[in-house]
């Protein structure tokens, strides 16, 4: 995941954004004769130097390496415009595919995908049972990610406390925490853990109140997974002395900003997927009607630098961190 992920982040590309709202009759029966249209619906902002931001340059990616493939960034963060994005990017504009993130986009893109049997549609990080052939959910097994983050807590903690912060209380995330929990006790049995809700993936100031708590209550290594809130939570590790296991924050290596404080860096990357999906649908590929899954082995899932001396393990820590994760990798460790 490492080296895909520079060459992603190396890209700098300008981001047309389309409003809403705008209605057209007729539907999309084939792919558009100019080309492969994708369009992209958000929930969130980009900006967030992450997942978000990790998103729109894997599909700018296509762009640029495919003459054929147009893609369109639509933010959207009111649930009453939902139904008059999809409508006028499958009857004005004619996507060939749409890609939305996270839960809160499932329904109305399902919905989108009935009225519209001819247009594809990949849900990142949107599971729902029995999709229809032109619906493609991607499951990202980031649980894999975050047993290697318990690994580090587990290694690092002095005070033998670890705490996991999580944007919303959601399934996802409870089972991110459980992998952490049991990937810190591979290492550290007796090591205590908490569980802890910022209540957002886009407040820096709310996720260090919760930083600052955890602590105060003596837990010395946190792990982050609530995005753009975990800005604020590494930051209350920096001025305490503290440690920050970095997650779905994303990509960017945090390490410059927030200094040692920073001592691991491990979750998913939506960029080589969404790549992946547009190259293989131009390509006559579609993995439609089934749940896709991403994980270690298919490469954007995992840590995106390794930890070295430098930031606080020993060789024997670093070279079982290694280990563990191509050990998961080729299936001989599985994380449920």
Not at 110 to 119: C, H, T
Request: charged content about 25%.
């Amino acid at each position: 995941m490492k080296k895909r992920a520079l060459i992603f982040a190396l890209l700098i590309l300008a981001v047309l954004i389309v409003p809403a709202g705008i209605m057209a009759s007729g539907s999309q029966e084939k792919m558009s004769d100019d080309g492969l249209k994708v369009a992209l619906i958000l929930d969130q902002r980009r900006g967030d130097q992450g997942l978000i931001d990790r998103l729109c340059e894997g599909a700018l990616k296509a762009e640029a390496d495919f003459e054929d493939v147009k893609v369109q960034i639509i933010e959207t963060r009111d649930a009453s415009e939902y139904e008059d994005v999809f409508r006028s990017m499958t009857k004005e504009w004619g996507a060939d595919l749409i890609v939305t993130v996270f839960e809160g986009l499932v329904k109305p893109a399902v919905a989108s995908a009935k009225e519209n049997p001819n247009v594809k549609y990949a849900m990142i990080f949107g599971v729902i049972d029995e999709p229809g052939a032109n619906v493609q959910p991607i499951k990202y097994k980031d649980a894999e990610a975050y047993y290697l983050s318990g690994l580090m807590a587990g290694m690092r903690t002095k005070t033998g406390k670890i705490a996991f912060t999580a944007g919303f209380d959601i399934p996802n995330a409870q089972e991110a925490y459980a992998a952490y929990v049991n990937g810190a006790k591979s290492v550290r049995a007796d090591v205590e853990t908490i569980y802890s809700v910022v209540g957002s993936f886009e407040d820096p100031a709310k996720g260090k109140e919760v930083g600052k708590s955890l602590i105060s209550q003596g837990y010395d290594v946190i792990c982050g997974w609530s995005g753009k809130s975990d800005w604020g939570v590494a930051e209350a590790c920096q001025e305490n002395g503290n440690a920050y296991i970095t997650g779905l924050s994303g990509i960017m290596d945090l390490r410059p900003r927030y200094g040692k404080a920073v001592i691991g860096q491990s979750g998913v990357d939506f960029g080589i997927s969404t790549y992946d999906i547009i190259a293989g649908l131009r390509n006559g590929e579609w993995t439609g009607g089934e749940i896709v899954e991403r994980n270690i082995s298919t490469g954007d899932v995992g840590m995106h630098w390794v930890p070295t001396e430098a930031d606080g393990y020993t060789a024997d820590q670093i070279k079982l961190i290694i280990e563990t994760e191509k050990k998961i990798g080729n299936g001989e460790i599985i994380i449920d």
